[in-house]
């Protein structure tokens, strides 16, 4: 295996499936199963899921609600997600954590970054809720602050593309995908791979970032078995 202990990141909408909005049981079982897959080769597995399919704070502040209340409501739809990505992967047979930023003690830990370490050492999957824990910070944000806390190996941020482009592949049939990138050309030519803050925190810490088709069965082994799958971002 190319990398001992990854950090996936997976939007909220990710776990909508074919609908609208919410969970779909369907596509949680799916990725469970894939997580299984990982676990079963010895891979260290930590997650940041994003909580868009439930609650997103910024498009509540555009109608004008205040923003830090919006910020936090959107936090606990992470945690939401993450009671729900808990419950499939434990179907699997395999032993959960979920740490929050936030101290929600009846339903989760708080996030303490030794305690993560030492659960992931005993091959338990970590789900990392509640973003930062902070207004004004997105979870992709959440997910490098994670990753390098815990010295994971790299950031798999699993989207419904297969990997970064010159342009929106869905909206333009001529763009061009790039199989590696660095952080500089990433930045030089514009690209959207993560928010600014967290693309940031990345490069200064040299923590590599693949973006690959989260959907696509296989996918998720075969990016730790260090197969030709996605966009690498490094230096």
Known sequence: MK??????????????????YGIDPK???????????LHDQGIEVAIVIGGGNIFRGVAGASKGMDRVQGDYMGMLATVINGMALQGAIEATGL???????????SVCEGYIKRRAVRHLEKGRVVIFGAGT????FTTDTAAVLRAIEVHADVILKGTRVDGIYTADPEKYADA??????SYEDVL????K??????????????LPIIV???????????VCQGEDIGTTVSI
């Open 3 to 20: 990398y001992k202990r990854i950090l996936l990141k997976l939007s909220g909408e990710a776990l909508m499936g074919e609908n609208s």
């Open 27 to 37: 596509r949680l079982a799916e990725y469970a199963e894939e997580i299984k897959e």
């Open 95 to 105: 032993q959960t954590r979920l740490q929050s930023a936030l101290k929600i003690e």
């Open 133 to 136: 824990g902070n207004p004004y």
């Open 176 to 181: 061009v995908k790039f199989n590696y990138i």
């Open 188 to 191: 030089a030519k514009g690209l």
């Open 193 to 206: 791979v993560m928010d600014t803050t967290a693309f940031t925190l990345s490069q200064e810490n040299k």
């Open 212 to 222: 690959f088709d989260m959907n696509t069965r296989g996918n998720l082994l075969k």
